[in-house]
């Protein structure tokens, strides 16, 4: 950060035209638009899918619906109109929602179809042909020789671009470790190797961190400088301005909010639309990056509601939009990568706001410019002027109530702006806003009056495993940590012959710890409606020769920094079967606590043999059982809702099968 932020203002603030006055009333703040002004190469506006299982939920959705979240999502000229799509790069372990699978669990073996990112990053580009992909990793393989900075993992990246050719996508940007420092000869050496292998063109974004710091060590390091391509920063702006640093404005190199938003969906909206402007008229960043693109996890995991739209109800095929989505759509659909900005048609209104104009290149640019009225407290006048070869008609508006609840007030197009006897486009802006000026044409889709409405998870709900391919995710399971995939089921070792050891089940998959990016102690999956209230959810469980397996009812919340090793873990009751027979019953309450409601032992050891384990719950009553047998009946009020899930202590491959929730009618 800059430590004198107004001192780094004044570096880039741009030219702002004026208001004039005619005795006591204000004539409107002229902007003119140069055909021929100058400003920095604009690099677009996208989103993130990542940070952990942020997309989970939406790859489970039914048609048409999820075809219609795609198409708000990265359809040009229909919703939010997203021009880059920035994807984890995963590995198996959490990184704030969840865990996405990894293309290489081990040195030797590739699979370039694990996970649902290849999917969406096709559908995306099925959208819009011109999409820009961004790659970056924020976990590791636990295999790599040397940690995270390592020729290990340059080999690794290397692989997931074979893997994106393989899926006929082009990756235009890649990064290095998410909000965790870099190592700037590792850098080069990644440049390096992107040439080696033919990828030259993929460009390399360092470093993914908060701060301008690494912006003074390019500067500093002339091999840093030549390896890196773009300057990503995450979250440079506070709520009225935006960081940058006389270094960064040094470089010669694109300024991006790699990741920055992290609004919500409803209510998101009056920060998103300061903070994308402002971005350009304070600091120059040219690219920004929401995190996330959808709302698309159960609610259950931290940072509810972030993102354009939520989309994490599939059994249902309910969503919803807010105008967070259209904010976005205010400069997306009305801009394209490689245009430019003018700096003297972009700056500060005088009535509170920014405003910022971009032009196309060519013989006949088209424009647009944005305005935000987000620090303004009345309605104020702007009149935008073309000149040169810019086009002389009318304009199109469009324009959001930023604090709005109702749809009708969400990307609203207005009445066409004709130019006045002096070309000028004169509107008035009212406060709270975000209005486009647009020579390009957009629109607005209305497919969500058609989205079913919300409803809870029809029980009972099973899933046997038997109908999915080997390797598959399980329809509505979120992993938290590890990998939970559909595997051949394995026999106890002291069953008899054909005893369990036909059909599919559900395997834990990663046994060697990954390089964490969060505190997630072990593997964890999630499943089924944080509303369900009186259920009895039951497995088999087959521990693989050492550890603790665990099966999750009533989980409501996700609890930060818990006990002495600060881990990240799930409010609920807990199950607990250990390899030696040791059962216990246990709660983590909201103070981070763990209270033992009861325990004991079971008459055969746990670890390699199937047991069947059971949660019941009937108000404050719970009941465990394992094999049929009643372990304990107590009395607990701490929940009276909430979803499933099964866990491990440690990162052993033990199965779980016949996963069940039922009504107290069908148990």
Known sequence: MCALLMSCLALVAPSTAHAGTTGDTPSAQQITVDADGTGRVFDGIGAISGGGGTSRLLVDYPEPQRSRILDYLFKPGYGASLQILKVEIGADTNSSNGAEPSHMRTPTH?????????????????????????????????????GFWSQDNIDYLMRWLGCAQQHDLHIDYLGGWNEKGWDAAWYGKLKDALVRDGHGDVKVVAADNAGWQVATDMKNDPAFDAATDVVGIHYPCSAVHCSSSPDALSLDKPLFASESGWNNYLTGATRLAAEMNHEYVDSRITAFINWPAA???????????????????????????????WTIAQTAQFTRPGWSYVDSASGYLDGGGTYVTLRSPGPRP???????????????KVAVTPTGTLPRGALHRWTTT??????????????????????????????????????????????????????????????????????????????????????????????????????????????????????????????????????????????????????????VNQLNNVGTGRVNAWEGYYLKLSDSGDWSLEVLAPDKTTRVLANGSLPSAGADTWHRLSLGFSGETITARADGTDLAQVSDPTYDHGQVGLGLDSYTASQFDDLEVLTPHHA
């Open 110 to 146: 590739v699979d370039c179809d694990r996970g649902y990112e290849w999917w969406l990053m096709e559908q995306a580009h099925r959208r819009n042909p011109n999409i820009r992909f961004y790659g970056l990793e924020w976990g590791a393989p636990g295999w790599f020789d040397g």
């Open 295 to 325: 709302y698309a996890w159960y609610p259950t995991v931290q940072m509810q509601g972030s993102g354009l739209l939520r989309a994490n109800e599939p059994w249902s095929a309910h969503y919803e939009l807010g105008p967070t989505l």
């Open 366 to 380: 088209a424009y647009t410019t944005v305005f935000e009225t987000t620090g303004a407290t009345a309605p104020q």
């Open 402 to 555: 930023l604090e709005s609840t109702d749809p009708a007030d969400w990307f609203v197009r207005g009445a066409d702006v004709a130019p006045d006897a002096t070309g000028g486009h004169g509107v008035t802006l009212p406060p709270g806003t975000v209005t486009t000026l647009t020579t390009m044409p957009g629109g607005k889709g209305d497919a969500v009056a058609n989205a079913p409405r919300t409803r809870e998870m029809a029980l009972p709900y099973r899933d046997h495993f038997d109908a999915y391919r080997t390797a598959a995710t399980p329809r509505y399971l979120s992993d938290m940590e590890g990998a939970f995939q559909v595997a051949p089921c394995a026999p106890a070792p002291q069953a008899a012959a054909g005893s369990r050891g036909t059909g599919r089940c559900l395997r834990q998959t990663i046994t060697t710890q990954p390089t964490k990016w969060s505190r997630v102690a072990a593997p964890l999956t999630l499943s089924g409606d944080s509303r369900w209230t009186d259920y009895t959810v039951s497995a088999k469980v087959l521990i693989d020769r050492t550890g603790t397996a665990s099966l999750l009812g009533r989980v």
